[in-house]
């Protein structure tokens, strides 16, 4: 099955995604989790990547486009995939509708993950996150031991993007740049819209239902 899963910066794309992935035994692609092992490991993308990273801006698209073609080239793709976080602009979109021709995997479904403003400020700004790809919330989804991750035992962070000022100029960036899209799918007939704001597994029992048409 052939997914994206679209939404604001906060809306629960990489929670959900990590157990629609195991669940439905296919990768999980996240155009932002690819760029921070990039800036971790400082490589001449993660530099280049970093500055817009830190401010809130989009990486530019022919940087990206290139990253999900050879991303989705990958054998592990065969059964299908599930994007996070791409696409994030038209051009993009369109770059992807040609790549994903290409490879012959069209899209099966854009699923938009809808939260208000006020909460995503909320779930951003108290995200804590583990490099071993696991991230947690100070309120609503706190760690066993405070500041440690269940999963690995390594110590928990807060990204760079997660400051407030950050964090509002990211969702000024996805309502000019990004929102847009959601237009462009519906037309194109793919677009499916979950509420976002429930609690984690209710929202993914939602994501669950319309992925189980694509098996
Ligand atoms: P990226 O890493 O993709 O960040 P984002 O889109 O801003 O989204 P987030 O990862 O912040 O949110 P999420 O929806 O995954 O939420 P999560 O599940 O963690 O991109 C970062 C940057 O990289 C961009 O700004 C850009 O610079 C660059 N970039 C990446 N892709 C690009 C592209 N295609 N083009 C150009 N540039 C690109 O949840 C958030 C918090 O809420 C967590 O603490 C979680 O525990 C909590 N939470 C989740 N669900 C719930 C719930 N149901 N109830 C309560 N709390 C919840
Ligand atoms: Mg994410
Ligand atoms: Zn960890």
Do not use: W
Not at 17 to 38: C, F, M, V, W
Not at 43 to 54: F, V
Not at 76 to 94: F, H, K, S, V, W
Not at 143 to 161: F, I, M, S, T, W
């Amino acid at each position: 099955m052939n997914v994206v899963l679209f939404g604001p910066p906060g809306a629960g794309k990489g929670t959900q995604a990590k157990e629609l992935s195991q669940k439905y035994d296919i990768p999980h692609i996240s155009t932002g989790d690819i760029l921070r092992a990039n800036v971790r490991e400082g490589t001449e993308l993660g530099l280049k990547a970093k500055e817009y990273m830190d401010k809130g801006e989009l990486v530019p698209d022919q940087v990206l486009i290139g990253l999900i073609k050879d991303r989705l080239e990958e054998p592990d793709c065969a059964n299908g995939y599930l994007l996070d976080g791409y696409p994030r602009t038209i051009p993009q979109a369109d770059a992807l509708t040609g790549i994903l021709n290409e490879i012959n995997k069209p899209l099966d479904s854009v699923i938009n993950m809808g939260v208000g403003d006020e909460e995503l400020v909320k779930r951003l700004s108290g995200r804590r996150s583990c490099k071993c790809g696991e991230s947690y919330h100070i309120m609503f989804n706190s760690p066993k031991e405070e500041g440690v991750c269940n999963a690995c035992g390594g110590q928990l962070y807060q990204r760079d993007d997660d400051r407030e000022d950050v964090i509002r100029q990211r969702l000024a960036v996805y309502n000019d740049k990004t929102k847009p899209l959601i237009e462009y799918y519906d037309n194109a007939g793919l677009l499916v819209n979950v509420d976002g704001a429930g609690l984690v597994d209710s929202v993914l029992a939602d994501i669950c239902k319309i992925m189980d048409q694509y098996k």
